[in-house]
């Protein structure tokens, strides 16, 4: 999944998805306005082909959780409140709320919101938590209320189409660093296989969540070597195995400080070969360096590319089911 901002041209990634064959966009940036998302999704899904995509068609992607982080802006969008705001109010009065906010990206041509939080912020730590708590981000500080409120998000998107997911699995709730900006202070000391910050992605999961997003903090308990989304003992042992997620697993911006160390076509294969399936590249500029990683490392070792397989038939799995495959019912 690669980045659009909100400031490049109309055909920037042209080349990306007709030659380069990437399946999957993401708005970036802020944009402005419902007709410039709406015709910039169309001259996208004019780009699907049976030489560029195989004919199926693209997953667009935006990140509008409510408050700070809002991507779709300006006349034609709905602002939502920060998720301790929406939790306010009833969960069903959210789904209703969230239907709303759904139909509004839906029109634009969007059908995936990388929403909502189900990161648990305990209130000893409130807004010292620099990803989330700080912002307000969290629908709360217990684990079973914001389960509650992952699921009601997700059935009022899913009302208007759109397809959510839970984040940022295992749990980002008792960091103090902001991955996305630093590489201090992401590591939560007390997170294990039996935490109870785990239940809300349970929840989300069991609401028809269609992809766990990853942190990228480093939880020593369960892996002491590998941040979460490089690391099998998270995303195949635990969120697999043991919790029984069977569907698609996505990064969260593999261009974040967190991981700037980390060569970007490493950060690619490390991904996938931790039991991942779509890497977010927020910078279309590495995506070539990505794919050759990917498919040398392929052509290098026989496993690897049994995990690319499986990957590519799980994300075809949700495409088909949000009707995006020549052959899929829905379309």
């Not at 929406?86 to 969960?91: E, K, R």
């Not at 500080?141 to 009022?156: C, K, M, N, Q, R």
């Not at 967190?258 to 690619?268: K, Q, V, Y």
Request: hydrophobic share 40%; proline share 5%.
């Amino acid at each position: 999944m690669i980045g659009f901002d909100t400031n490049a041209p109309l055909e920037s990634l042209d080349d990306e998805i007709t030659d380069g064959h990437v399946g999957n966009v993401i708005y970036l940036g802020g944009w402005e306005g419902f007709d410039k998302v709406r015709s910039t999704s169309e001259h996208l899904e004019g780009l699907v082909s049976d030489a560029s995509t195989g004919g199926v068609g693209l997953i667009i992607a935006a990140d509008q959780e409510g408050g700070i982080v809002h991507q779709l802006r300006g006349e034609g969008f709905t602002r939502p409140p920060r998720a301790l705001d929406q939790a306010q109010q009833s969960p069903a009065e959210l789904t209703e709320a969230a239907a709303g906010w759904g139909e509004e990206i839906a029109s634009a041509g969007v059908n995936l919101n990388l929403a909502p939080v189900a990161d648990t912020v305990p209130e000893e730590i409130g807004t010292a938590n620099e990803p989330i708590g700080r912002w307000g981000r969290q629908f709360g500080s217990d684990p079973e209320v914001v389960g509650e409120y992952v699921a009601a998000f997700l059935d009022g998107m899913s009302q208007a189409g759109v397809e959510g997911i839970v984040k940022h699995f295992p749990g980002l709730g008792r960091v103090t660093g902001n991955t996305d900006f630093t590489a201090e202070g992401i590591e939560d000391t007390v997170a294990t296989v039996e935490d109870p910050f785990l239940e809300p992605f349970v929840a989300g999961m069991d609401a028809g969540a269609s992809m766990v997003m990853m942190s990228s903090a480093l939880y020593p308990n369960i892996d002491p070597e590998n941040q979460a989304l490089y690391s099998s003992a998270v995303v195949t042992d635990l969120l697999r195995d043991r919790l029984g997620w069977d569907g698609v697993v996505i990064t969260d911006d593999v261009n974040a400080a967190a991981l700037s160390d980390i060569p970007a076509g490493e950060r690619a294969v490390r991904f996938i070969g931790a039991g991942g399936d779509i890497v977010l590249n927020g910078d279309p500029n590495a995506t070539g360096e990505m794919l050759d990683a990917i498919r040398a490392e392929m052509a290098a070792d026989p496993a690897f590319a049994e995990q690319v397989e499986a990957s590519v038939t799980r994300v075809l799995t949700l495409k088909d089911e949000m009707g995006l495959l020549p052959c899929s019912a829905a379309s």
